[in-house]
C-alpha cells in the first residue's frame, strides 16, 4: 500500500468517526448533513467540505466537518468539531457564532515530511431557512494555529 493511499485511508477513518460522533450527539430526528465550497483566502486555495449537524437543543449544533483543500501538489485537509449557538430572527434569515476543535493535515508531495497541526476555529454565518428541508448558507471561519487562516465558504443543509 502506497504512502499516499495509507495517508487517504486514515483521513477515511478519522471522517467516519466525526460522523460517528455527531450521530450519538442528537437524534436523528435533529439531524443534518451539509456540503460546503469555498476559499482559504490566505492560501488562495479553494476547498470542499461535508459535515453533519447535529441539534444538542434548539438553538445549539454541534457540527463536525471535514475540509479537502485543493491543492497541486500533495494533500491538505482540516478535520473540525465545531459548535455554534443560532440567532434567530421574524425574517427567514439566521445567523450564528461558533468555535471548535481544528486538526491540519498537510502532506506535500516529495521528500518534505507531512505535518499536523492543532488550532481551534472561530465561525460564523448567515442561513436562509427554506419552505424545504433544504437550508443555503454562507460561513466565514478563522483557524488559529501555527499559520492563521481564514476560509469563506458557502453551503447547503439537508
Known sequence: MSKKQRIMGHAVLLASFLLLAGWIASPLEAQS????FGRYTDRKEFFVGAGLLSAITNRFYFNPNVEYITVSKGTQMTFNL???L???TV??????LGAGLAVLY????????GKTDFGANLLFGLG???????VPYVQGKVILADNDEFAF????RF
Do not use: A
Open 82 to 84: 465545531d459548535f455554534h
Open 153 to 156: 465558504g458557502v453551503g447547503l
Open 128 to 134: 436562509i431557512r427554506t419552505h424545504s428541508s433544504l
Open 91 to 96: 425574517s427567514p434569515v439566521f445567523f450564528w
Open 106 to 113: 498537510n502532506n506535500p508531495q516529495g521528500p518534505v515530511k
Open 86 to 88: 443560532d440567532f434567530y
Open 33 to 36: 448533513l451539509d456540503i460546503r
